[in-house]
């Protein structure tokens, strides 16, 4: 078998119409990404890229740890979430952040807490998503 790079500056369409620099989809792509449920035991990933794993921390509070670390911890964070038959309204999924543990964003990981928006109680969602774009080590 015999290994091959390709080596371009721009992806071009077939008809030359549409064109993108390389340098966009290096750093336009998730670098990791996870699908999880942290009602499940040990905040069970459902599918995830990237991930090494998943921690349940406490309840509401769970950590993701990259397989390949980001080169520094201003990555970007997108996150969604769910939970089913829930009557306390709004909730937010946000970087774990306390006294005690000043940050929950590092380049080997990301701790992140669910909590419900007008209580700020934490809670265990059932689904969590998150997207993580950044710079790979």
Same mark, same amino acid.
């Given at each position: *078998?015999? #290994?091959? *790079?390709? !080596?371009?500056?721009?992806?071009?369409?077939?008809?030359?119409?549409?064109?993108?620099? *390389?340098?966009?989809? /290096? $750093?336009?792509?998730?670098?990791?990404?996870?699908?999880? %449920?942290?009602?499940?035991?040990?905040?069970?990933? !459902?599918?995830?890229?990237?991930?090494?794993?998943?921690? &349940?921390? /406490?309840?509401?509070? @769970?950590?993701?740890?990259?397989?390949?670390? @980001?080169?520094?911890?201003? =990555?970007?964070?997108?996150?969604?979430?769910? !939970?089913?038959?829930?009557?306390?309204? %709004? @909730?937010?999924?946000? +970087?774990? =952040?306390?006294? #005690? =543990?000043? &940050?929950? $964003?590092?380049?080997?990981? +990301?701790?992140?807490?669910?909590? =419900?928006?007008?209580? $700020?109680? #934490? @809670?265990? *969602?059932?689904?969590?998503?998150? $997207?993580?774009?950044?710079?790979? /080590?």
């Amino acid at each position: *078998i015999m #290994a091959s *790079i390709l !080596r371009v500056n721009t992806l071009t369409d077939a008809s030359s119409n549409n064109s993108v620099p *390389i340098a966009t989809v /290096a $750093q336009g792509t998730a670098k990791s990404w996870v699908n999880l %449920d942290k009602t499940a035991s040990g905040a069970a990933a !459902r599918d995830s890229f990237n991930v090494s794993g998943t921690t &349940d921390n /406490a309840t509401g509070d @769970f950590t993701v740890t990259f397989s390949n670390n @980001f080169s520094n911890a201003n =990555y970007s964070v997108a996150s969604h979430g769910c !939970r089913f038959h829930s009557n306390e309204g %709004d @909730f937010v999924l946000a +970087n774990y =952040y306390s006294s #005690a =543990y000043s &940050d929950g $964003q590092a380049t080997s990981f +990301n701790r992140v807490l669910s909590t =419900y928006a007008s209580s $700020q109680s #934490a @809670f265990d *969602i059932h689904v969590a998503s998150m $997207q993580y774009l950044g710079d790979s /080590a």
